[in-house]
C-alpha cells in the first residue's frame, strides 16, 4: 500500500478519531470503511453512511468517487484497514505480545492479560476479534492511557498470521501450541506449523515466551534462529515451573521461578490443559516485574466465559462447558481431563470438528475409539462426521435432535462434558440440562 496514501489517511484519522465497517452504526464525523464478504459489499453502503453522520467513506470501487466529494478510493479496503491500523499502532512506544496457536490462545489471552491488570492499563483483544478485520478493530482501541496490549492473532489458512503480525508489530510474543486444527485450510500439519511460526520469524531478534515441553514449539524456535526465549515448563525444564497438585473439577496448581519460592494457586478453570496456559500468563508476568503475589491474585480471580472450560453446576446436573471450539487435539486433552474427574456418573455431548478436510474421518474415528476406553456412562454423537463412525454410542443430526432427546429423557444426576465446534451449536443446550 501506497505509505504517502496511507499517512494521508491516518492525519483524517486523527481529525476524525472513529472508523465504522458497520453503516448501521455511523456516529457523526466518522469515517465508514466499505469491506466486502462473501454475503455482503461495504461498497453498496458508502452512500447511506454519509448520509447517517459519518464524515467521509473509504471504498474500493472507483465509480462511487463521482457520487460524492466525501468519498475517498483506495484499491483495498481491507488492506487500507490493516495498513492504518498500524499506523496507528506506529504511535504508541509500548510492549506489545502477540499471541497465536491451535488450542488455548484465547484463554491464554485473558490470563496474560488479567495478570498484567495487576500492575499496568492493559489493551487486550476482546472476544474473538483475532482475524484480520478484529485485529486491526482491536489496534484502534490503543490509546495513551495504555501501558502495554496483549493481541491474539487467529489464522485458517497459510500465511495468516505473517500478515497479521506485519500488521500488529509486535515486540514479543507466543505460540500455545500446534495441533491438527484447520486443516481443510492449511492442507497439512506441517502447514500449521509453517503458519504459526510466522510469528517466529517476525520475533526472531526479540522475546519469546515458549513451552520448554513442546518438541514442536521448540524445533520451530531453533530452525528459524530466535535469539531469545522465556521458558517455562511442567517438568522441570524451564525459567518458570509448574506442577498440578489437583484438577477435581478446578486446577490447582504450584509454580515458582528457578531456585525461588513455590507459590500454590487455587484456580477456577477446569482441565489440567490449562496449566501450560497458566505458566505462560506468570512468565509474561514476571518478565513485566508482577510480583508472584500479584500473579497468584490474578490467576485466582480469573473466572472463564465465553464457553471455554466452564463448570456449571445446574438444578439437575454438574457441567463442563468448552462448547466454543473443537479439533483433534483439544478434544483429546478434554476427554483425559474429563477422565480423571470423580462422578459416579458420567455422560459425554460431543460434536463434530470442523475444517479438518480429508483427515476428518480418520480424526473423528480416533475420538471413538478413545472414547470406548475410558468408561464414560453415557456418549451421544453430534454431527455428520460422528455420524460416519463405527462406534455403538448413540448419533443425532445436530442439536436439535439433541434438545428434543434432552425434553424427553431428562438427564438427571450427572456430570456432562459438552464439547464441539462452535458450529454445532452445542453452546445451547446448557440451559435445558
Not at 507459590?263 to 505458566?279: F, R
Amino acid at each position: 500500500m501506497n505509505e504517502t496514501l496511507i499517512s494521508s489517511l491516518y492525519e483524517l484519522y486523527k481529525s476524525h478519531p472513529i472508523i465504522t465497517t458497520d453503516s448501521r452504526n455511523c456516529p457523526e464525523g466518522s469515517i465508514f470503511l466499505a469491506l466486502k464478504g462473501e454475503s455482503f459489499d461495504g461498497n453498496k453502503f458508502a452512500l447511506q453512511a454519509l448520509e447517517k453522520g459519518c464524515a467521509y467513506a473509504i471504498v474500493d470501487e472507483a465509480d462511487l468517487k463521482a457520487k460524492n466529494d466525501r468519498i475517498i478510493v483506495v484499491d483495498d479496503c481491507l488492506q487500507t484497514y490493516k495498513d492504518m491500523a498500524r499506523e496507528h499502532r506506529r504511535q504508541f512506544n509500548i510492549p506489545v505480545i502477540g499471541i497465536t496457536g491451535t488450542n488455548g490462545k484465547t484463554t491464554t489471552k485473558e490470563l496474560i492479560a488479567a495478570v498484567l491488570s495487576e500492575k499496568y492499563n492493559v489493551l487486550y483483544t476482546q472476544g474473538n476479534f483475532n482475524n484480520d478485520v478484529g485485529v486491526p478493530k482491536t489496534l484502534f482501541r490503543l490509546n495513551q492511557e495504555h501501558d502495554i496490549a496483549v493481541i491474539e492473532m487467529g489464522a485458517s489458512h497459510p500465511g495468516d498470521i505473517k500478515t497479521l503480525v506485519e500488521t500488529v508489530e509486535p515486540t514479543c510474543g507466543l505460540i500455545t501450541n500446534v495441533g491438527r486444527a484447520h486443516l481443510l485450510g492449511f492442507g497439512s500439519f506441517e502447514g500449521v506449523k509453517k503458519t504459526k511460526g510466522e510469528l517466529y520469524d517476525f520475533l526472531r531478534d526479540s522475546l519469546i515466551f515458549i513451552n520448554a515441553d513442546n518438541d514442536h514449539l521448540m524445533k520451530m524456535a531453533e530452525e528459524r534462529g530466535v535469539s531469545r526465549l522465556y521458558t517455562y515448563s511442567q517438568n522441570g525444564d524451564g525459567q518458570v515451573n509448574g506442577r498440578i497438585i489437583a484438577c477435581d473439577p478446578f486446577l490447582r496448581f504450584e509454580w515458582s521461578k528457578t531456585d525461588s519460592q513455590t507459590y500454590a494457586v487455587n484456580s477456577q478453570l477446569i482441565g489440567s490443559y490449562n496449566l501450560d496456559n497458566m505458566l505462560a500468563a506468570i512468565a509474561v508476568g514476571m518478565q513485566f516485574d508482577i510480583n508472584p503475589q500479584q500473579i497468584c491474585h490474578a490467576l485466582e480471580n480469573y473466572v472463564p466465559s465465553n464457553n471455554r472450560s466452564q463448570m456449571t453446576v445446574t438444578a439437575s446436573n454438574r457441567l463442563i462447558v468448552d462448547a466454543y471450539n473443537a479439533n483433534p487435539s483439544s478434544m483429546k486433552a478434554a476427554l483425559e481431563n474429563f477422565a480423571l474427574i470423580q462422578a459416579d456418573h458420567k455422560m459425554a455431548i460431543l460434536g463434530d470438528m470442523r475444517e479438518l478436510g480429508e483427515a476428518s474421518a480418520e480424526e473423528h474415528q480416533k475420538v471413538v475409539d478413545y472414547l470406548q476406553t475410558t468408561g464414560i456412562e453415557e456418549v451421544w454423537l453430534v454431527g455428520e462426521e460422528f455420524g460416519k463412525t463405527q462406534c455403538h454410542f448413540r448419533k443425532f443430526t445436530d442439536v436439535e435432535a439433541v434438545k428434543t432427546a434432552i425434553a424427553t429423557q431428562r438427564p438427571e444426576g450427572k456430570c456432562i462434558l459438552i464439547k464441539g465446534s462452535n458450529s454445532t451449536r452445542l453452546y445451547q443446550l446448557p440451559d435445558l440440562l
